[in-house]
């Protein structure tokens, strides 16, 4: 592994911290206002101001490795971008295109689909057009399984027919959200991970019902959201199916992978926004005769936040540089030992942040109580801990033999 970034990318580096500081953090803010004030669930104004500086100035699409469609960076050569933009989610990756689960819909389409659906809804989320949603959680069986999905995928002539009840489809609450990838079963009598498939539904079908939005520790995450959905008789053109029917779980490892370190990714640079923030307050304010920065618990708190980011650092970039190297496949125990190192730092940072903080650190005044809450979510998102533990064990355990 070499530790020293290509030029290119110290000059895209470069140009994210000038945008950033000229663009992002001077209007958090606003962001927040006008989510909060008149209707929630439209898109932001300052977040569609933003998105054509950031067109303009090269900072578009750069999470597509390997591809004519994006930046042409490697994993390794994207983690320090998508840090930068961690440090303001989920506000920055919207703003440059690069936001879940867009992204991971993204890649799907640019890896299993045909030209036709590239046609129709890869360009449109390419260029921002439109948003998507990845339906696969259930409400009804433990989906950590997801041999459990009962949703159904049923052929009819040139139509499939799908039934399901899916829930957590993170992005269903905005109104441009056009289109989901499902999954579900489309022959229950096949191998176990041969049953099911993945097809492309566009939201305005009929039969396709957003139920409620999903409240996470209190918060909606306006106007992304979190829908749980109904799928009753929903048809769509048998075209539409991804890659062939039997073949979901293959484009669901290759979609969560990615996905999987962009999350780590983006929560690097929220723990690293939580001990600046944590430093900065602790300077100012004065308990028992002294500043906190000089109470031993405070200066123990600081240094085991900043020797954990360090390490859940280095732990990400090994994992994305054997993603580029050996491959997905070959990187699967350290993407699940990522998937979860990184979320459980970036909770005790932020932990560490808010106690320093005392009771405005639980406050909506400062924004560390929401992303902790949504650093939460991340070690059931893509799959929970205890899966990604399961599958380390498994790999260490065959070393052994």
């Known amino acids: 592994m070499h530790f020293e970034h290509s030029p290119k990318v110290k000059d895209l580096q470069k140009r994210f911290v000038v945008f950033m500081h000229e663009h992002i953090y001077p209007n958090e803010k606003t962001y927040r206002q006008q989510i909060a004030r008149g209707e929630r669930w439209q898109p932001v104004e300052i977040v569609e101001e933003l998105k054509p500086k950031a067109r303009a100035a090269g900072l578009w699409n750069l999470f597509l490795p390997e591809s004519e469609y994006g930046a042409g960076l490697t994993n390794v050569e994207y983690a320090p971008l998508c840090e930068i933009m961690g440090r303001a989610a989920p506000f920055a990756p919207e703003v440059f295109n690069c936001s879940a689960p867009d992204t991971g819909n993204m890649e799907v389409l640019v890896r299993y689909g045909t030209d036709a659906q590239k046609t129709q809804w890869l360009e449109p989320l390419l260029d921002g057009r439109i948003r998507s949603c990845f339906a696969m959680t259930e409400p009804d069986v433990a989906s950590s399984d997801a041999t459990n999905i009962r949703s159904s995928i049923a052929r009819d002539g040139d139509e499939y027919v799908i039934n399901g009840h899916?829930?957590?489809?993170?992005?269903?609450?905005?109104?441009?959200?056009?289109?989901?990838?499902?999954?579900?079963?489309?022959?229950?009598?096949?191998?176990?991970?041969?049953?099911?498939?993945?097809?492309?539904?566009?939201?305005?079908?009929?039969?396709?019902?957003?139920?409620?939005?999903?409240?996470?520790?209190?918060?909606?995450?306006?106007?992304?959201?979190?829908?749980?959905?109904?799928?009753?008789?929903?048809?769509?053109?048998?075209?539409?199916?991804?890659?062939?029917?039997?073949?979901?779980?293959?484009?669901?490892?290759?979609?969560?992978?990615?996905?999987?370190?962009?999350?780590?990714?983006?929560?690097?640079?929220?723990?690293?926004?939580?001990?600046?923030?944590?430093?900065?307050?602790?300077?100012?304010?004065?308990?028992?005769?002294?500043?906190?920065?000089?109470?031993?618990?405070?200066?123990?708190?600081?240094?085991?936040?900043?020797?954990?980011?360090?390490?859940?650092?280095?732990?990400?970039?090994?994992?994305?540089?054997?993603?580029?190297?050996?491959?997905?496949?070959?990187?699967?125990?350290?993407?699940?030992?990522?998937?979860?190192?990184?979320?459980?730092?970036?909770?005790?940072?932020?932990?560490?942040?808010?106690?320093?903080?005392?009771?405005?650190?639980?406050?909506?005044?400062?924004?560390?109580?929401?992303?902790?809450?949504?650093?939460?979510?991340?070690?059931?998102?893509?799959?929970?801990?205890?899966?990604?533990?399961?599958?380390?064990?498994?790999?260490?355990?065959?070393?052994?033999?």
Request: charge should be positive; glycine fraction near 8%.
């Open 166 to 401: 899916k829930w957590w489809i993170s992005g269903a609450g905005d109104p441009r959200c056009a289109v989901a990838i499902f999954m579900g079963k489309s022959d229950p009598n096949a191998a176990r991970h041969a049953q099911q498939s993945m097809i492309l539904v566009p939201m305005n079908t009929p039969g396709v019902t957003v139920r409620r939005m999903l409240p996470v520790f209190g918060y909606d995450d306006a106007p992304h959201g979190h829908a749980e959905i109904t799928f009753e008789d929903v048809r769509v053109p048998a075209s539409n199916m991804l890659l062939g029917e039997g073949r979901g779980f293959e484009i669901a490892q290759g979609r969560l992978g990615p996905g999987r370190i962009h999350h780590c990714m983006r929560l690097i640079g929220v723990a690293e926004r939580a001990l600046e923030a944590m430093c900065a307050r602790v300077q100012k304010r004065v308990a028992f005769g002294k500043p906190l920065a000089e109470q031993g618990t405070i200066r123990a708190d600081i240094a085991e936040s900043r020797m954990a980011i360090e390490q859940a650092r280095l732990l990400t970039m090994k994992a994305a540089y054997m993603m580029d190297t050996v491959g997905n496949k070959a990187a699967r125990g350290e993407l699940a030992m990522v998937k979860v190192v990184v979320p459980r730092m970036a909770l005790r940072v932020l932990d560490r942040a808010i106690q320093a903080h005392g009771a405005a650190g639980v406050s909506d005044d400062f924004p560390l109580a929401a992303a902790w809450a949504h650093s939460r979510t991340i070690r059931l998102a893509d799959g929970p801990d205890e899966v990604h533990r399961e599958a380390i064990a498994k790999l260490e355990l065959k070393k052994a033999n």
